[in-house]
T-cell receptor, first 114, second 115 residues
Framework: GDSVTQMEGPVTLSEEAFLTINCTYTATGYPSLFWYVQYPGEGLQLLLK?????DKGSNKGFEATYRKETTSFHLEKGSVQVSDSAVYFC?????????????FGSGTRLQVQP | KAGVTQTPRYLIKTRGQQVTLSCSPI?????VSWYQQTPGQGLQFLFE???????NKGNFPGRFSGRQFSNSRSEMNVSTLELGDSALYLC??????????????FGEGSRLTVL
């Protein structure tokens, strides 16, 4: 079945450092890919998405490119801020499963220190 | 516009009891999904409702059930609670058209503790 694998956290960075959170996926079909973010005490918010190969999703300085050849969707940001501290989830939606739902990775906690 | 609203935010139950959680989606959204979030299992899909019909179901036992009303509000029920049901239950809504789950709008969740 479908699955999403994320790098283990927590990831601890200093403010203005470069961020990469790795995400790879396994899917039976041709999925759409998402990054969601969960701030403390809140629900998940969509950060960015990509629906086909080579698409780049971007939002709030974050970027991720849909790489079909490597089945990856790594999240990057050039300069993180303390306010970026949160848990980040990679997810996919695959029409071919016949199930209209998101499959999530385990989440990566990001801690940004001033 | 108002976001997804879940009630109650926190609740404590004992084993064997049952619980009902409520979710009001964003106005105009016809699809409501429920997810269970635990430290060990992460985020797992429970079920999805669209226009009062359960359209998709995850791999949870029959103790977990749900329904959707004509105004798109949804409830989920867990009967005969077990300790392992302690979790954050997240509701998400979207317009619901198409065959792929798209951008989900999540509520803040209902945190259930089973003692």
């Amino acid at each position: 079945g479908d699955s999403v694998t994320q790098m283990e956290g927590p990831v601890t960075l200093s403010e203005e450092a470069f961020l990469t959170i790795n995400c790879t996926y396994t899917a039976t079909g041709y999925p759409s890919l998402f990054w969601y973010v969960q701030y403390p005490g809140e629900g998940l918010q969509l950060l960015l998405k990509a629906t086909k190969a080579d698409d780049k999703g971007s939002n709030k300085g974050f970027e991720a490119t849909y790489r079909k050849e490597t089945t990856s969707f790594h999240l990057e940001k050039g300069s993180v801020q303390v306010s970026d501290s949160a848990v980040y989830f990679c997810a996919l939606s695959d029409r071919d499963t016949g199930r209209r739902a998101l499959t999530f990775g385990s989440g990566t906690r990001l801690q940004v220190q001033p | 516009k108002a976001g997804v609203t879940q009630t109650p935010r926190y609740l404590i139950k004992t084993r064997g009891q049952q619980v009902t959680l409520s979710c009001s989606p964003i106005s105009g959204h016809r699809s409501v999904s429920w997810y269970q979030q635990t430290p060990g299992q992460g985020l797992q899909f429970l079920f999805e409702y669209f226009s009062e019909t359960q359209r998709n179901k995850g791999n949870f036992p029959g103790r977990f059930s749900g329904r959707q009303f004509s105004n798109s509000r949804s409830e989920m029920n867990v009967s005969t609670l077990e300790l392992g049901d302690s979790a954050l239950y997240l509701c998400a809504s979207e317009a619901g058209e198409g065959t792929l789950a798209g951008e989900l709008f999540f509520g803040e969740g209902s945190r259930l503790t089973v003692l």
